[in-house]
């Protein structure tokens, strides 16, 4: 079945601390990753994409993904946040033209 | 990318009537979608509609409940017919484009 699993429902960093987001995913082909912002009361941003090719993927806003095939995973960081990023995201999985799949969803609080 | 709007933004509706929500984009496109975000959820897709055929209905989502309209490459609208309180979401529509999804502002609609 396909899914994405996101584990951590809500992370509360300190501002200028690093970050890592992390997601799972389970697809039947060759999976298009996504990762999705949504700040409180408005759509979604997308931060980063990765089709193909390099595994390092880098994204708005400093954001960087990395997708790793052998624990199918494509977790989320950035080396130091900002109070501004405090946001929901989501990853998401799908195909070139398959509807996409999102996971629940991780809160990210920042504390000053 | 593209850029996509919503009306209303938002509503406060009552028990039994329709709401018809609006997506325009900047842009034309093949693919447009309609996803559901309940509270404290993430996003569930209701139905894929494209220009020129009926809308794709996901399951748990019905014609009747969530009539589709998908006049032109630009343009398409969602009505939530018969609303009681569990339909009180957010609703967003995206746009595909080439390979990736683009998401309106979104659409909080409150029924009472």
């Known amino acids: 079945a396909q899914s994405v699993t996101q584990p951590d429902i809500h992370i509360t960093v300190s501002e200028g601390a690093s970050l890592e987001l992390r997601c799972n995913y389970s697809y039947g082909a060759t999976p298009y990753l996504f990762w999705y912002v949504q700040s409180p009361g408005q759509g979604l941003q997308l931060l980063l994409k990765?089709?193909?090719?390099?595994?390092l993927v880098q994204g708005i806003k400093g954001f960087e993904a990395e997708f790793k095939r052998s624990q199918s995973s494509f977790n989320l960081r950035k080396p130091s946040v900002h109070w501004s990023d405090a946001a929901e995201y989501f990853c998401a999985v799908g195909g070139n033209t398959d509807k996409l799949i999102f996971g629940t969803g991780t809160r990210l609080q920042v504390f000053p | 990318s593209a850029v996509i709007s919503q009306k209303p933004s938002r509503d406060i509706c009552q028990r039994g009537t329709s709401l018809t929500i609006q997506c325009q984009v900047d842009?034309?496109?093949?693919?447009m979608f309609w996803y559901r975000q309940q509270p404290g959820q993430s996003l569930t897709l209701i139905a894929t509609a494209n220009q020129g055929s009926e809308a794709t209905y996901e399951s748990g989502f019905v014609i009747d409940k969530f009539p589709i309209s998908r006049p032109n490459l630009t343009f398409s609208t969602l009505t939530v017919s018969n609303m009681s309180p569990e339909d009180s979401s957010i609703y967003l529509c995206?746009?595909?484009?080439?390979?990736?999804?683009?998401f309106g502002p979104g659409t909080r609609l409150t029924v009472l």
């Open positions: 842009s034309q496109v093949t693919m």
């Open positions: 995206s746009v595909q484009n080439t390979d990736t999804q683009y």
């Open positions: 990765y089709f193909s090719g390099d595994t």
